[in-house]
């Protein structure tokens, strides 16, 4: 993993980890997934309103414990709002600040 996102991960608070359902989980997904297993994480599984390729066993057995939250952002499905949108993109804004990418 780079070190610019291993210093943000063992700094967050939380890890919010946002996987694609309409693809299959790549190696660094699952290196993500694995880097992560002992840190404070939601896993946000998007775009379920297409048609799922990604493996839900092979992700539930990666997650753990972790809650799994399936989310669709264009349909507004899921528990995820359009709140939760915006506060995304500022997360995101302030990772690039913080020379996160």
């Known amino acids: 993993m780079l070190n610019g996102l291993k210093k943000a991960i ?25 880097d992560t297993a002992d840190e404070k994480r939601i896993i946000i599984l998007n775009k379920t309103d297409l048609p799922l390729k990604l493996e839900m066993p092979e992700l539930e057995q990666l997650a753990g414990d972790t809650k799994i939250i399936k989310a669709s952002m264009t349909q507004n499905q899921g528990s995820i709002s359009w709140k939760a949108r915006s506060a995304t993109s500022s997360l995101m ?3 690039k600040r913080a020379g996160v990418t």
Request: charged share 30%; proline share 4%; no cysteine.
């Open 10 to 34: 063992a700094a967050a608070d939380l890890v919010i980890l946002v996987l694609d359902a309409s693809e299959p989980l790549t190696k660094e997904d699952r290196q993500l997934l694995t």
């Open 93 to 95: 804004k302030v990772s």
